[in-house]
């Protein structure tokens, strides 16, 4: 397997690297405000707003999602030093991609662009936290170094970022995940060290997928995979994501099929208000289920 694994990734490597993307922090000079907002702005804000909030809880109908795509763009273009909703776009575009776009074999090229957005929406929110952090992106530093400067509140940017460059690269090829994986573990790792509880342990279902997908010689270790996963779902027991991650990633490769089967029947089988904040979420991820059930004949032996 080693020499298979080492095979392909020579065969990549020797017809070029990854896709490449342009970054926000190509743009100079960052898009700032330096007057408070006008009493007429503010009304629009508050506005924009409440309907966005209000179109969010309906996220599970991608109208609705867009919805809130639109009036949370409207919101940072009036004030764009607003972090905290472009974190939330991030979020949204992720959500867009991998909650509605993700189904339809057709809307490949659109997912793609989806998290480009998501992407860039979580780059502007990193630049509006830290002027330091953007002043290194656009003097050439790799992202790996410049997290360096960043503390807690960075967090949902950081982490939102990484997981739509992860599905990013996952769309565009091998090429570009290998391309890609080091900064986005080195992001994930950030998170994982300020805050791990972020959005029911995120950090930790990502190394429970990273440490299953990567072979051993790349840092792959099936138990510290399963150390992962069994945190998130102890802590984090009623997002569905947690379980069905823990299905798609280490029971397949540990080829473990009871437990595939099992963590996925918890998924389908328990009700998505089990937790409230993540009803949408929850109902994709049994539908996500369903479909790694139906073919389970293919993912064992």
Not at 7 to 12: H, K, L, N, S, T
Not at 126 to 147: H, K, Q
Not at 237 to 258: C, S, T
Not at 261 to 288: D, M
């Amino acid at each position: 397997m080693r020499h298979l694994w080492v095979a392909i990734v020579a065969a990549v490597l020797s017809v070029g690297c990854g896709a490449s993307r342009a970054s926000v922090f190509d743009q100079d000079p960052a898009p700032r405000r330096s007057r408070p907002l006008s009493t007429q702005e503010q009304s629009e804000t508050e506005r924009l707003g409440q309907e966005a909030e209000a179109a969010w809880g309906e996220r599970g109908q991608e109208a609705r999602l867009q919805a809130a795509i639109r009036a949370w763009s409207r919101m940072v273009e009036i004030n764009p030093n607003d972090h905290e909703t472009w974190a939330r776009l991030a979020r949204a575009h992720y959500l867009h991609a991998d909650g509605h776009i993700y189904f339809e074999e057709s809307r490949q090229a659109e997912l793609m662009q989806v998290h480009q957005r998501g992407i860039e929406a979580a780059e502007h929110a990193l630049d509006a936290i830290s002027p330091e952090f953007g002043t290194r992106r656009r003097a050439g530093t790799r992202m790996e170094e410049a997290i360096t400067v960043l503390e807690a509140n960075a967090v949902p940017a950081l982490y939102w970022y990484a997981a739509n460059l992860g599905r990013w690269a996952a769309a565009d090829g091998f090429a570009t995940v290998l391309e890609r994986k080091d900064e986005i573990r080195a992001v994930m790792q950030k998170c994982l060290d300020l805050e791990a509880t972020y959005f029911h342990r995120a950090p930790d279902r990502y190394f429970g997928a990273f440490y299953a997908r990567a072979p051993s010689f790349a840092g792959g270790d099936l138990n510290k995979s399963r150390e992962h996963f069994e945190r998130a779902i102890r802590e984090a027991p009623n997002y569905f994501g947690n379980h069905r991650l823990f299905a798609e990633e280490y029971a397949v490769k540990a080829q473990d099929r009871a437990l595939f089967e099992r963590e996925l029947n918890w998924v389908i089988e328990h009700q998505p208000n089990a937790e409230p904040s993540t009803i949408p979420e929850n109902t994709i991820e049994q539908r996500k289920a369903r479909m790694l059930l139906e073919r389970a004949g293919e993912l064992f032996e």
